[in-house]
């Protein structure tokens, strides 16, 4: 069974940084790409950035590049999100989600980031 | 990049079935497109993938009465036997040149 457990999530100042984990299971991690999605509150989902497999790119929307940096761990299973010159409107619920052939074919429980001064 | 049309809301009646429909801006027909479905409070569940041919598959434990079909530009998501658990967010999503997209979702009341 597919399992991706996300952490790191908590509450931080505008300016600070995060960085986020997700742990994954279940399945051959290497060679899927990965995803973080995020939800601020009472919206719509909204894609932050992706990593390809096997050692390939990374992506990232224009909402956050020069901001946000991922990575991932293959020897762990992990996958990484550092977040850095937090805003205000990067409040929101971090998903992690593995990709498919062009889509997204699992999630994680997510994890809550509020930034606040 | 693609631009992904939902409709805001729909509403349908207990046992009844529901069609809804994401549609894909112009040129870009042939995408595959993942359906999900998110119920209060909770994380977003993959529903399934669906296909420029029509063809769609669906994630594990993904009821029956959830099927997919296309036309043209257009994804569907279908609903049959309409139980007071599908009230919920459905978002649709694809890939395109290093960007992903999703629809701005569409809430579903079952009356």
């Known amino acids: 069974e597919v399992q991706l457990v996300e952490s790191g999530g908590g509450f931080v100042q505008p300016g600070g940084s995060l960085r986020l984990s997700c742990a994954a299971s279940g399945f051959t991690f290497s060679i899927y790409g990965m995803n973080w999605v995020r939800q601020a509150p009472g919206k719509g989902l909204e894609w932050v950035s992706g990593i390809s497999g096997a050692g390939g790119g990374t992506f990232y929307a224009d909402s956050v590049r020069g901001r946000i940096t991922t990575a991932r761990d293959d020897s762990k299973n992990t996958f990484l999100l550092q977040m850095d010159s937090l805003r205000a409107d990067d409040t929101a619920v971090y998903y992690c989600?593995?990709?498919?052939?062009?889509?997204?074919?699992?999630w994680g429980q997510g994890t809550l980031v509020t930034v606040s001064s | 990049q693609p631009v992904l049309t939902q409709s805001s809301s729909a509403s349908a009646s207990l046992g009844s079935s529901v069609k809804l429909t994401c549609t894909l801006s112009s040129g870009h027909s042939s995408k595959i497109i993942g359906w999900h479905q998110q119920q209060p409070g909770m994380a977003p569940r993959f529903l399934m993938k669906?296909?420029?041919?029509?063809?769609?598959n669906k994630g594990s434990g993904v009821p029956d009465r959830f099927s997919g079909s296309s036309s043209g530009t257009d994804r569907y998501l279908t609903i049959s036997n309409l139980q007071s658990e599908d009230e919920a967010d459905y978002y649709c999503?694809?890939?395109?040149?290093?960007?992903?997209?999703f629809g701005g979702g569409t809430k579903l009341t079952v009356l």
């Open positions: 989600a593995r990709g498919a052939d062009g889509y997204l074919d699992s």
């Open positions: 669906v296909e420029g041919s029509g063809n769609y």
């Open positions: 999503e694809t890939w395109d040149t290093n960007t992903r997209v």
